[in-house]
């Protein structure tokens, strides 16, 4: 009995430690079952490269296949969706973490420009348009700049991956009272509107064997949700299935 054993103590501030041992309580078990569905989904999505891998290399021990480059190529392609599975789960484990205090100012317009710069040439290749806006002046946020840089290369990472030959990616950054912005508008293939709540749950896809052969992880939102939440932003989608996507995203200046 807490009042018993700490008799010095009064009620009311014994009362409202009890509530905090038993919010920590609930906290730990909340992180408890965070951490055993984490493991299981990641197991899961793990063992699918693996397997295919497994076959594919089983097929030419076997000499069912003739290892050719295509299904070597193919053989690596599996390896790499298992590097990029390993290291979004690297990513949002860090974006679980809580944060230090962050006093740092990142300029949004800088950020957006270098990681709108890293998509130019694969955006040539696939032939789909893109462009970006800004302002002259800088568009402060407190944020890490890693932080900013990853949460503009998720979205700006999905909006071509959904978007197709002869599609059109816009990147606009800029302010409105007191708050800095970031707009991503694609012209791809559009979420429906029952599924906008369920896009941010990790590896969560709309459409699963369509969205992991275009490379997706199902990470990517569940990551961006988390970095912007933890650094007092919002987030915001307008979609229409078949004409294309619009990721808001604003932060207080
Ligand atoms: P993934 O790595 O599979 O893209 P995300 O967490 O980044 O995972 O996104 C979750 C799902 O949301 C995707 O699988 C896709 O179905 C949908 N999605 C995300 N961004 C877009 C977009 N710009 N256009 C259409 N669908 C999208």
Redesign the pocket.
């Known amino acids: 009995n807490l009042e018993e054993s700490v008799p010095v103590k009064g009620k009311d501030e014994l009362s409202s430690m009890a509530e905090a041992l038993n919010y920590l309580s609930k906290e730990l078990e909340k992180q408890e079952a965070f951490r055993k569905n984490l493991m299981q989904d990641v197991a899961h999505e793990l063992r699918t490269p693996l397997m295919t891998l497994k076959s594919h290399i089983e097929a030419f021990i076997d000499g069912i296949w003739e290892p050719n480059p295509d299904r070597l190529r193919s053989c690596i392609e599996e390896v790499e969706r298992f590097e990029s599975l390993v290291k ?1 789960v690297e990513s949002l484990y860090e974006a679980d973490q809580i944060p230090l205090v962050v006093s740092e100012h990142t300029d949004l317009r800088e950020v957006a420009e270098q990681v709108v710069q890293m998509f130019v040439p694969r955006c040539e290749n696939s032939g789909i348009t893109l462009s970006f806006d800004a302002p002259i002046e800088p568009l402060p946020v407190i944020i890490h700049h890693h932080d900013l840089s990853q949460i503009v290369w ?2 700006l ?3 071509v ?3 197709s030959t002869g599609g059109a990616v816009h990147v606009n950054v800029g302010s409105i009272q007191n708050r800095s912005y970031v707009h ?1 508008t ?1 012209t ?4 429906p509107e029952h ?1 906008l709540d369920n ?2 749950e ?6 699963k064997s ?3 052969n ?11 949700k988390r970095l912007v939440e933890r650094s007092n932003g919002k987030i915001g989608i307008e ?1 229409n299935p078949g004409s ?2 619009t ?1 808001s995203i604003d932060w207080p200046r």
């Open positions: 979004s998720n979205l990472d999905n909006a991956k959904y978007t991503i694609d791809g293939i559009g979420i599924e896009i941010f990790r590896f969560y896809r709309v459409d369509r969205d992991r275009r490379g997706g992880s199902g990470l990517g939102l569940a990551i961006v979609s294309g996507t990721f």
